[in-house]
């Protein structure tokens, strides 16, 4: 089933000499647990792409459907909303809050949208993450691979339609990053959890299902590694 459908996406920066083409015409579909990664060259348009996604930066053109729904129909407030709730987002340098701890990080989302925390299912993340014991521990009283798991608990609390990876190993050693990708995928496997991972690493681009090249903001290669 259809979780994510882009067409003909476009987004352009500047005008005249100075325009700049980030992305040029993008058209794909990703289907629920679908584990997806998107790889190019700095510069190729993959981190743009994300923000789209992600209903952070308005296309120029172009449509994004979401479980159906046109997300640039949207205004600004609802667009906000939109994002809490059916979007999960993991950063590169993990962006939690130091005054926060761990439980409080990864709950943070389904409290600014109000609702309750399911208990079962906080505890469920906080094993499958092996953060048990650390629930109380802030932010810089942990290791940058703990930390960015944090980050992946506080994506996936909200059961949201997709999760967004931006390089969510790029600040991390080997060890620790390939931790960080077995996390992804057992998150994919565990809840049907839709992934699309942004990666310059191939090594990291191959474990996924699929892997999407772009290259001046254009898609060069949509290639089906593995069924999912």
Known sequence: MEILRIENLTKIYGSGDNEVRALDGVSFSVDKGEFISIIGPSGSGKSTLLHMIGGVDR??????????????????????????????LIYQFYNLIPILNVVENMCLPVLLDGRHVNNDYLNDLLDTLNLRGREKHLPNQLSGGQQQRVSIGRALMN?????????PTGNLDSKNSQEIVELLKLSNKKYNQTLVVITH????????DRVISIEDGKITRDSRIRGY
């Not at 407030?77 to 994002?83: K, N, T």
């Not at 059961?159 to 390089?167: K, Q, S």
């Not at 690493?201 to 996924?208: H, K, T, V």
């Open 159 to 167: 059961t949201p339609a997709v999760v967004l990876a931006d390089e």
């Open 59 to 88: 296309p120029t053109s172009g449509k994004i459907y979401m479980d159906g729904q046109d997300i640039y129909a949207q205004n600004e407030d609802q667009l906000a909303i939109f994002r809490r709730r059916h979007v999960g």
């Open 201 to 208: 690493d191939e090594n990291i681009a191959l474990q996924a």
